[in-house]
Each structure stands twice: as structure tokens, then as C-alpha cells.
């Protein structure tokens, strides 16, 4: 086939399969796009270790020369791009696609493992739920730290880019969430500030496929090009869109919330609650109209007690799932419930693995619905949602606002992340967290986020231990480590402190208060 050829005798840039319709006959014809340049393009031994050691944070200076191969000593920091280039070559073969694209933001891997297609093309999370501004005021970030942190939408990754971080290492297992993380980076790159807020701050963009073809296809890897270029439209432009936040796993959570709030008349009172300017305002209407919804007994039976929805919906899964359970069979004065004997590697889920179905079986409406409740009415009484909160205004609106929107979505931030070099020190792994910093110089790292990650690994198994053990190797002295959990009393805190780690921590979610917005 000319595509076959074409990818094997030169190097591809960027290619694309798909099916056109046939003069509105309803036929599909299939049709393939190449672009592409010699295979020698970037595949010199000095390039190639310059990215190379920008994946695995060691002086490419000294990084190997593919042609004589490696020495026993650096096997260890050899990242899994460089090691799929000296296959290509060593087969007189073009590089990776990731190898040539214009940016080197997207560190190659092998889409067609099973850990990367069980998502069928999929993301879970349209947004980030982690407070940037807490993280940022905790952790303060400068121009000479090395970050590594989950991808998931992004929005946290270009806060530390806001930040001016040397390098920013952004992990994720799903490719699709690193494809919108490179959408929202090449609409930086490419896009004045209105695009960039019709695209993320209203989620809609009537111009998507055009702006996808000629302005950002420049600055996106093969992969993430195809994904917007089939997926896109359908997310942002056309008329029966609803918008980016109502996509995704994430986007079925926000559809739900807004079915509910329409068969129960309430519509009209979202939209006041996230326009009211004082909190007594907000206070009002919440005790008066939208609280009754997290009471229907409808809201905790078809969905909060729904495992699947949990994890489809809300990205929870069944280990996290029980630390919530545990928490409230405490507080109802129970015992908690025995630990497990599980194995190595049974019931692990990796961040954004997909659960079993039997792990999705346990009824847990009421552990959650407590959850809900004690975490969002705090949140109504202490801050406002119009200004200052646009984590639950997205969710009640399905957009931001003007005045109520992420870190990078501001004018001031655009100004920043639209310029050259902005984001020369992001580097965007798809792959499980423990294999990143497996190929990591040590002692080069100074923060790593994990955010809620290690609420997935089950008690008895020996995830957590091997995880912290490779983080304490990977992070420089004084090194931090920030997460988050769904418990009070996260179990693996513990094993941190017998691994070498100082623990604090910074919050707690009680009664009455909320740790973040």
C-alpha cells in the first residue's frame, strides 16, 4: 500500500485515516493524509539525546551515541522514545512520528498496547478538580524546580507552566487525556485569547475544524491530531453540542446534574445561585431550593449508589469507593471492615485503569451521599461561586464565566503561555506513573502531585510501597510530595513515613469546612 510505503521510507509528521462523505450520498469513502519529510530529518545523535535526556532529566551531554549503543551504567536512565529510536534504526527504519513533529512536548509510546486501548479513544476528566491556587500558595513552585504531575485535563500542568517550572513532567495512562492536555498547549501556542476562551472557557467553537486544520495541526503530534480531528467537531462545534464539559466521562456527570435540576423545576435557580454576588445570597438559595436535590431519594439510588456511574461519571473506583465507606461506617460507629490478604497486583488499578464489573457490584449510596453533602454545602457557605469558585459553577453551568474561571484561562495568563518557549520545559508521558520515574535520573526531581492516585491501590498489596520507594529515589533532598484523598485517614500515609518522608497534613475535610475551593 502507498501508506505503508510512505511510512517506511520516509519520516511521518503527521497522518490521518479517515472516511469522507461521497457526495452527500451517505457512502463513506475512506481516505488517507500524509505529511511527512526525510527519515534522516531530526535523527541526528545529538538530537535525539537532547530529547531523550529531557524525558529522563539527565545531562544530554553525556547521553549515548545510538550507533555504538549503551554501556551497562546508563541502561537505567534510558527513556522508552530513545530506546524505540535505536530500534527504528538499527532497522534502517524512519523514527516514531513523535520523533519529528515540531514540538517536542509528547514523548513517544506505543498506542496499540492494551493499557492504552482499553479506553477506546475516551477521556474521563473535561476538567481538573485540584485547586491550583492551594497547590501553588503549598508548594511554591519556582523557575528551578522539576515538577512531575498527573495530566488528567491539563489545567493543572499549565499552572506550573504559569509558574515558569524548569521542567514540567505531566503523567497520564490515558492517551485521550493527553490529547486534550496538547489541544489546550498548541491553542496557546497558535490562538489569540478569544479562541482560546471559546474553545475552554465556553467549551464551543463553531470554526473548530477549520482552526484544527489551520492553525493548530502545526503544533500537535499525529496522535492527538487525528483524535480532534475525528472527535473534535462533534465536542465543540456542532449545533447539537452541548460543549468540551459535557464530553467525556466527566460531561456525563454534569448531563445528570442538569436532567435533574429540569424535572424537578429547579433550572432557573442554578443559574441564580451561580450569579449571586454575596454569600447570604447564595446561602438562600441553596437551603431553599438546589439542597433538596442531593436529598432526592431518586439522586442517591440511581446515581450515588451506582458504581458504574461513580466510575464512568466521576472517575471513582472500587478501592476508592471503599475508603469512603470505611469513613462513614466509622463515623455510624462501626468497625471497619477487615484488610484484605490481596496479593501483588490484585485488585491494583493504575491511575485511570478500568475496573471489573464484579469490583462495581458493592451498594455504597449512602457512604457517598454523605460524602457529597458534607464536601459541596461548605463550599456554599464560604465561597462564592460567581467570583471566586468556577470548580462548582462548571459543574452546575457546563461553562465558566468571565469572572469565574481557571488560573490559565485569564487574559494576563494567555499573555504568558502564548509566548515563545513557553513551553519548552513540558514533557507529556503516557504511561503509569511508576514506569516515568523508573527511567528518571535519581535525586532530579524536587515536586511531584500525585493528586487522588493512591486511594486506587488496594491495602494489602504492594503498590503504595513500591511507588513511594521509587518517588523517594527520583525526588532530590527536600523534595515534596502533594496528594489528596477521599479519606480522613489515608492508610498509605503511614508507609510515606517509613520511607524516609516527613508527613503533614495541610488539610482536612470535616463538618462545616472545605479544604479547597
Known amino acids: 500500500m502507498i501508506e505503508d510505503y510512505l511510512e517506511y521510507r520516509f519520516g511521518t509528521v503527521l497522518s490521518i485515516n479517515a472516511r469522507n462523505n461521497f457526495f452527500n450520498t451517505g457512502i463513506k469513502l475512506p481516505y488517507y493524509i500524509w505529511v511527512g519529510c526525510s527519515k534522516d530529518h531530526g535523527a541526528s545523535t545529538q538530537k535525539l539525546a537532547e530529547i531523550d535526556a529531557a524525558a529522563t532529566e539527565s545531562p544530554y551531554l553525556s547521553a549515548l551515541d545510538l550507533q555504538t549503543g549503551a554501556t551497562q551504567t546508563d541502561v537505567e536512565v534510558r527513556s522508552k522514545a530513545y530506546e524505540s529510536a535505536i530500534v527504528n534504526l538499527q532497522s534502517s527504519l524512519p523514527l516514531p512520528a513523535t520523533w519529528y513533529q515540531n514540538h517536542h512536548w509528547r514523548i513517544h509510546?506505543?498506542?496499540?498496547?492494551?493499557?492504552?486501548?482499553?479506553?477506546?479513544?475516551?477521556?474521563?476528566?473535561?476538567?481538573?478538580?485540584?485547586?491550583?491556587?492551594?497547590?501553588?500558595r503549598l508548594l511554591k513552585p519556582t523557575s528551578n524546580d522539576v515538577v512531575l504531575a498527573i495530566g488528567s485535563a491539563g489545567d493543572n500542568i499549565l499552572a506550573f507552566c504559569l509558574e515558569n517550572c524548569r521542567r514540567v513532567h505531566a503523567v497520564d495512562l490515558n492517551p485521550s487525556q493527553n490529547h486534550l492536555l496538547e489541544l489546550k498547549v498548541a491553542a496557546f501556542t497558535a490562538l489569540g485569547y478569544q479562541d482560546v476562551w471559546k474553545l475552554f472557557g465556553e467549551g464551543k467553537h463553531a470554526d473548530f475544524h477549520n482552526l484544527l486544520i489551520q492553525k493548530l495541526s502545526p503544533h500537535l503530534s499525529s496522535e492527538a491530531f487525528q483524535f480532534w480531528l475525528h472527535n473534535g467537531p462533534s465536542v465543540f462545534s456542532k449545533p447539537s453540542s452541548k460543549g468540551l464539559y459535557y464530553s467525556g466521562g466527566s460531561g456525563n456527570a454534569l448531563a445528570i446534574a442538569g436532567w435533574l435540576f429540569r424535572i424537578l423545576g429547579m433550572s432557573a435557580d442554578v443559574k441564580k445561585l451561580c450569579a449571586a454576588q454575596t454569600l447570604n445570597e447564595q446561602r438562600e438559595i441553596w437551603?431553599?431550593?438546589?439542597?433538596?436535590?442531593?436529598?432526592?431519594?431518586?439522586?442517591?439510588?440511581?446515581?450515588?449508589?451506582?458504581?458504574?456511574?461513580?466510575?464512568?461519571?466521576?472517575?471513582?473506583?472500587?478501592?476508592?469507593?471503599?475508603?469512603?465507606?470505611?469513613?462513614?461506617?466509622?463515623?455510624?460507629?462501626?468497625?471497619?471492615?477487615?484488610?484484605?490478604?490481596?496479593?501483588?497486583?490484585?485488585?491494583?488499578?493504575a491511575f485511570h485503569e478500568e475496573p471489573?464489573?464484579?469490583?462495581?457490584?458493592?451498594?455504597?449510596?449512602?457512604?457517598?451521599?454523605?460524602?457529597?453533602?458534607?464536601?459541596?454545602?461548605?463550599?456554599?457557605?464560604?465561597?462564592?461561586?460567581?467570583?471566586?469558585?468556577h470548580y462548582y459553577l462548571l459543574t452546575l453551568l457546563g461553562h465558566y464565566t468571565p469572572s469565574s474561571h481557571p488560573t490559565y484561562l485569564s487574559p494576563k495568563s494567555h499573555l504568558r503561555l502564548s509566548k515563545p518557549n513557553a513551553f519548552s520545559g513540558l514533557r507529556i508521558h503516557t504511561d503509569e506513573i511508576s514506569e516515568v520515574i523508573a527511567r528518571m535520573r535519581p535525586g532530579t526531581l524536587t515536586i511531584v502531585v500525585v493528586m487522588d492516585s493512591m486511594d486506587w491501590f488496594p491495602p494489602g498489596g504492594s503498590q503504595a510501597l513500591k511507588q513511594i520507594k521509587a518517588l523517594n529515589r527520583a525526588l532530590k533532598v527536600k523534595g515534596r510530595v502533594l496528594l489528596r484523598s477521599a479519606g480522613l485517614e489515608p492508610w498509605y500515609v503511614a508507609v510515606f513515613g517509613e520511607c524516609g518522608f516527613r508527613c503533614r497534613r495541610v488539610a482536612v475535610r470535616v463538618p462545616g469546612s472545605c479544604i479547597d475551593r
Open 109 to 136: 509510546y506505543d498506542s496499540s498496547l492494551p493499557k492504552h486501548t482499553r479506553f477506546n479513544d475516551s477521556y474521563i476528566y473535561a476538567f481538573t478538580w485540584e485547586d491550583d491556587v492551594a497547590d501553588m
Open 356 to 389: 471489573s464489573d464484579d469490583a462495581l457490584k458493592s451498594p455504597s449510596g449512602n457512604a457517598i451521599y454523605e460524602y457529597v453533602l458534607s464536601t459541596f454545602e461548605p463550599v456554599i457557605n464560604t465561597t462564592l461561586l460567581s467570583t471566586s469558585n
Open 287 to 349: 437551603q431553599r431550593s438546589i439542597k433538596t436535590v442531593l436529598h432526592s431519594k431518586i439522586l442517591t439510588w440511581a446515581i450515588l449508589g451506582n458504581e458504574k456511574w461513580l466510575w464512568k461519571a466521576l472517575g471513582v473506583p472500587p478501592a476508592q469507593r471503599n475508603v469512603i465507606e470505611v469513613d462513614f461506617k466509622k463515623q455510624q460507629d462501626y468497625a471497619p471492615p477487615a484488610k484484605k490478604d490481596t496479593a501483588a497486583g490484585e485488585d491494583y488499578m
